[in-house]
């Protein structure tokens, strides 16, 4: 950066201000420099679009040291502001009038444990994918799609203001849509590519008209001067529940939330790491993360708070009951995504800013670690679908085990990670009042341990249902990147534990009420009843599919309409099909129909008046020098009338 | 450096190329595309040079150039009554309208290396064009701005009609048509405002008309005014193109040569919004005020009715027609919101367009060149054959359906936020035109390179050398607006001020 744009930077008077005294200690540097984190993989992209070819699957390296780079740096940050106060830094980008929007970066708590979540899942992705893409044709086109992406995610985290969220919100949502269509040349992937665009954007659209609004509210896309403004009262009480509710919209799009969920679902067209990456850890959670970033905003509105848990609550059970009958591996587990991510929802919504933020962290890691490990099966057994599978216990003796974990800590099975965050989003429900909506979450956490149980059982219990030929194990430059995944799915439940103390929890909100308690307190029959549920998920599954010593049919052949329901995931795609797609078919023909009759008419008449004057004035071509006069005079009579009625001039 | 005639030797210079030219046997093909491709660098460096000492505060009154021309009237009473100068001078605003073209003509004459036959005579109609266009945006009065307004009219007349594709006379009448019409209109306004303020400098009117006891020659009622504006829609509501003045221009999209669509797209299309903003807005600023809802809504109009249409085409020719009738909606949306935030985001926009669609139209150039065809469905499965084309055609694609980082999105986004200040309700319907945007490009550019293969891409080249300069300097600078939008609004900035001082804002 040159000390000219330098010089442009305004250092924010937010926060404690810490300026000679922490840098002395050596404290800031890494905060200071925090914009360099996104560059990384910028980088990369550039560089592999640039020179990928003649690199071919050398490629792999450039995109893993990048992210390497990021994953430190990142690592120092999340250090550095355990100890320092928020740091944020911005310059002029471009000036409207007497507006000035800004760009730059911020450093706090948030931010900075998204920083960690994201360049080490994509650092991790970026490793598992060595092996994963092996033999593919774009080869580096993959790795710079990764770096363009990761640079996209990195840079929505760091963003102070939303107008800059929104800038790489759009740009995670290009990631997103390139690695979705990377096999472009298949017709499901083109479709699911451009249906990922367009619903994110039908949210996306919400996230901007909110923006705006409350831009000329508050008067600034500054986070802490909206949050300020909320706060003074500045703004009325419907204009922050609409503006909570539009920006909302955007949550849902990007989280694949009901009812613009149905696009992530058919995402698992994309290459099984970018699930992992994108449509499980990092960009489906920013709907979350946007919602958290502007808790304070959301806070302020009971009725936008309510419809963020009831939308979350809704979306966590209907996902759920999806994901109960799918047949494809990926798609159980996007399913689940979805309904994962209702969770979080559910849990912002019922101001549990912690417990939402951190199964937002849990769920990245044991979600990556399972996507990674579904990645593992496919590349050993090359199908995805679940009835073909069966007896990989033995075989994979590496997958399977991390497999185990992921689903263990994604069921909320104690002392595994997802036990914990899973249970602070229950109390947090209870807490609220949100008894209905608590409930809900309860059935929805059977669900979740059967259906993740049922995938474990039919993929890696009994005997292979196919004829499977050379079943291996992955690579090692696999299995590490899964390893390391298991082992975050295990212990990272234990930064915020009602056991030994709410670390992560105490530390997120401080310094900042308007984030609510670092800890709920619950009541204790809460824990015993989650664990109860997924306990007999577990065991209902493992009669089904494990032991079967219960028919896999005795419930859908009891009910038929229901399954058929549930594996039509409830008809949606058909209904916007014939609703949403219809409707915008039928207003364009309408619109050809105009086009066609009423401005070609227009075009018709202007030419034809044109011509039809020129053939009037052609009649009085006829060399008569009487109709010569005659026109002559009338056409000075005229002039003389309107100079008789005027006086001269035409007012 | 003397800047004594710097405007005019940059708005002549072309006809160098012209008198070169005419010099040349017309059988030497590629010493014709050299000289014509060279003819247009002059322009270009001066245009650059230009920009920069303005970005280095040199101040643009110095290139003004004033000579007398034409005078007449009774002198006895009032002086000089009615004096017609040859005055040409720059703002923010014009500054970047002539870069635009100065850029815009170097790229479209390396696109027209794909042009047939009769290169000559091509090369001569292009360079008068292109002298149009930079008169256009230099002109300091009406006059001399309606005469280089002409002058663009028959060389783009003769361009389509001759070297475009099937149906070419049949698109370049109606180019004529409707263009002859709105210039008639316009001419009668310029008329009456020379006859009844004596002077036809742009800002001399304005301030005549905007004074509080004006010095006129014969007076004008407020109706009178009114009218004129209305009139003055409708000559460049023709250009633009507004529905549903816009039959013509899809016509022209579709039949005129691609590197003439890029000139068309690119800077012809946007004299209109020039003229908008420049006079309607300049001149009769407080009717513009009273008319500010109607725009709006007619951009919301434009902006739907094109996306509707563009979702339904099966020729990527009348999608990008159709696109182009869409974005012009967000220029008048941005007008309508009669805001800061509104009228710097249209003039973005209308910078950003020109680089899009020259883009675009550069690209069906590419692969028409190569299949002969720009039918969508033809076309499915390019990315195969020519992986780089279809990347720089999903990138083109992208900008123009505004995603960040990319020009269409600041210019969008202002003209949005403006709007919404103004009409929240009207905006909010308006927004269903972005997503339609992101439905019908991506329905068409992922029917072109996506999916199955339709064909054999066999001995098929992807972009060649050439080929790959137009499209990287429009990509740079679609990106660089979009990352450092101050390139664009710093120099707009005392523009803008002037505009709102008008309109008392």
Redesign the interface.
């Known amino acids: 950066m040159a000390p000219a744009l330098k010089d442009l930077f305004i250092r924010s008077q937010s926060g404690t201000p810490c300026s000679r005294v922490c840098s002395k200690k050596g404290i800031v540097i890494m905060m200071e420099n925090a914009w360099i984190i996104p560059l990384f993989p910028l980088l990369s992209f550039l560089f592999l679009i640039l020179f990928g070819k003649r690199l071919k699957e050398a490629s792999a390296y450039i995109g893993i040291l990048f992210t390497l780079a990021s994953l430190v740096y990142s690592l120092l940050v999340l250090f550095d502001r355990f100890s320092a106060p928020t740091y944020k830094a911005e310059g ?8 000035q929007l800004t760009a730059g970066f911020e450093v706090n708590q948030l931010n900075a444990l998204m920083l960690v979540i994201v360049s080490l899942v994509s650092f991790l992705v970026h490793t598992y994918s060595k092996g994963y893409m092996q033999g593919e044709d774009r080869f580096p086109v993959f790795y710079a799609y990764l770096g363009l992406f990761t640079f996209a995610m990195l840079g929505l985290v760091i963003s102070p203001n939303l107008l800059q969220t ?3 919100w ?2 995670v949502g ?1 990631g997103s849509f390139l690695l979705i ?1 990377f096999y ?2 298949k ?1 499901e ?2 479709a699911a ?2 249906k990922a ?2 619903m994110t ?2 949210g996306d ?1 919400g996230l ?2 909110g923006m ?2 409350l ?2 509210q508050a008067g600034s896309f500054e986070y802490d001067e909206i949050f300020a403004a909320v706060e003074a009262g500045a703004i009325s009480g419907t204009m922050i529940t609409l503006t909570a509710i539009l920006i909302f919209v955007g949550a849902v799009g990007k989280s694949g939330q009901f009812p613009l969920h149905t696009w992530l679902p058919d995402a698992m067209e994309g290459p099984t790491p970018v699930s992992a990456l994108i449509h499980a850890a990092t960009m489906v959670a920013a709907g979350v993360y946007l919602v958290a970033a502007l808790f304070p905003l959301f806070a302020a509105s009971e009725t936008a708070l309510m419809t963020v848990a009831v939308i979350g609550a809704f979306t966590a059970i209907f996902a759920a009951s999806i994901g109960l009958v799918q047949k494809d591996i990926k798609r159980v587990l996007a399913y689940s995504t979805v309904s994962q991510l209702g969770y979080m929802m559910l849990a912002l919504g019922s101001a549990g800013y912690v417990a939402g933020v951190f199964h937002l962290m849990t769920h990245a890691f044991f979600k990556a670690l399972l996507f990674l490990a579904a990645g593992s099966v496919i590349h050993a057994v090359h199908t995805q679908n679940i009835e073909h599978m069966g007896g990989l216990w033995k075989k994979l003796r590496v997958t399977g085990p991390l497999f185990l974990i992921g689903t263990l800590a994604i069921s909320g099975v104690p002392l595994f990670s997802g036990f914990f965050s899973k249970d602070e989003i229950l109390i947090a429900a209870w807490a609220h009042g949100n008894t209905v909506l608590f409930w809900l979450a309860v059935i929805a956490a059977f669900f979740t341990a059967f259906y993740m149980f049922r995938l474990f059982f039919l993929v890696f219990a009994g005997e292979a249902r196919t004829d499977m030929k050379n079943v291996h194990e992955s690579p090692s430059v696999m299995t590490l990147p899964m390893v390391v995944l298991g082992v975050l799915a295990v212990v990272a439940g234990y930064v915020n534990t009602p056991w030994f103390g709410t670390f992560l929890g105490d530390w997120l909100v401080e310094d900042n009420h308007a984030l609510g308690h670092g800890h709920i307190e619950g009541p204790a029959w809460i824990m015993i009843v989650a664990t109860a549920v997924s306990l007999l998920g577990i065991f209902l599954a493992w009669l089904m599919y494990g032991k079967r010593s219960l028919s896999r049919d005795w419930l859908t052949s009891r009910m038929p309409l229901s399954y058929s329901v549930l594996y039509n995931k409830y008809y949606i795609d058909e209904f916007y099909s014939m609703t949403v797609v219809t409707g ?2 039928f ?3 309408f ?2 129909f105009l ?1 066609v009759f ?3 008419g ?2 018709k008449s ?2 034809g008046i ?1 011509s039809a004057l020129g053939r009037l004035g052609s009649k009085f071509h006829n060399g008569q020098i009487q109709t010569y006069g005659t026109v002559a005079f009338v056409g000075l009579a005229i002039l003389v009338v309107i100079y008789a009625f005027t006086g001269g ?3 | 450096m003397n800047l004594a005639y710097f405007l005019s030797i940059l708005v002549f210079s072309p006809l160098l190329g012209v008198l070169v030219l005419s010099f040349l046997p017309r059988t030497q093909e590629s010493l014709i595309k050299t000289v014509g491709f060279l003819a247009t660098l002059p322009a270009l460096v001066l245009s650059l040079i230009a920009y920069f000492q303005d970005r280095a505060g040199a101040g643009l009154e110095q290139l003004n150039e004033k000579v007398s021309w034409i005078q007449f009237g009774d002198s006895g009473q009032l002086g000089n009554l009615f004096s017609i100068d040859y005055e040409l001078g720059l703002d923010g605003f014009s500054l970047i309208m002539i870069v635009l073209t100065a850029v815009l003509s170097t790229l479209a004459a390396i696109a027209s290396i794909h042009i047939k036959k009769e290169w000559k005579g091509y090369f001569m109609l292009f360079l008068l064009l292109e002298v149009g266009m930079l008169g256009v945006f230099a002109a300091e009065n009406l006059i001399l701005f309606f005469i280089f307004f002409e002058i663009t009219l028959i060389p783009t007349f003769f361009l389509i009609g001759k070297w475009g594709y099937y149906e070419k006379e049949n698109a370049a009448y109606s180019f004529l048509i409707y263009n002859g019409l709105g210039s008639a209109v316009l001419l009668i306004v310029i008329m009456v405002l020379f006859a009844r303020t004596g002077t036809a400098n742009i800002d001399a009117l304005m301030a005549a008309m905007n004074a509080d006891n004006p010095q006129l020659v014969a007076p004008i009622s407020e109706n009178m005014k009114m009218g004129m504006l209305i009139a003055l829609l409708i000559a460049f509501g023709v250009k633009l193109p507004i529905f549903p003045l816009h039959s013509w221009m899809v016509r022209v999209h579709v039949q005129a040569p691609p590197s003439i669509v890029m000139l068309h797209a690119g800077v012809l299309l946007k004299i209109g919004a020039f003229g908008l903003i420049r006079f309607g807005m300049g001149i009769f600023p407080e009717q513009f005020q009273s008319l500010a809802v109607w725009l709006a809504v007619l951009g919301v109009v434009n902006l739907l009715y094109g996306a509707f249409l563009a979702f339904v085409q099966t020729d990527f020719k009348m999608v990008l027609a159709y696109s182009s009738i869409s974005h012009m909606g967000i220029v008048l949306i941005g007008l309508g919101a009669l805001n800061e935030a509104g009228i710097q985001g249209a003039i973005f926009q209308v910078v950003s367009h020109g680089l899009i669609a020259a883009l675009l139209f550069f690209l069906v150039g590419v692969f028409y060149e190569r299949f002969q065809t720009s039918s969508i469905q033809n076309l499915g499965g390019l990315a195969k054959g020519m992986p780089i084309t279809a990347g720089f055609l999903l990138a083109g694609a992208m900008a123009s359906l505004g995603l960040p980082g990319m020009s269409g999105f600041v210019s969008e986004f202002m003209a949005f936020l403006g709007l919404f200040k103004e009409m929240p309700i009207l905006a909010a319907s308006g927004t269903i035109g972005i997503i339609m945007t992101a439905v019908y490009l991506l329905r068409a550019v992922l029917g072109i390179t996506y999916g199955k293969a339709h064909r054999d891409f066999a001995g098929i080249t992807d972009m060649k050398k050439f080929e790959f300069v137009p499209v990287l300097v429009l990509v740079g600078l679609i990106v660089l607006i979009g990352v450092y939008p101050s390139v664009l609004s710093e120099p707009l900035t005392s523009t803008l001020e002037t505009i709102m001082l008008g309109i008392g804002g």
């Open positions: 002029v980008w471009l000036t409207i009038g007497d507006v929104y800038f790489f759009e740009l290009l269509g472009f040349y017709e992937a083109k590519a451009k665009f367009i954007r039908i659209v901007l008209i705006i609004l831009f000329w915008a078919k207003i364009s023909s619109l050809r086009e009423l401005v070609e227009l075009v202007v030419t044109i001039y035409l007012k």
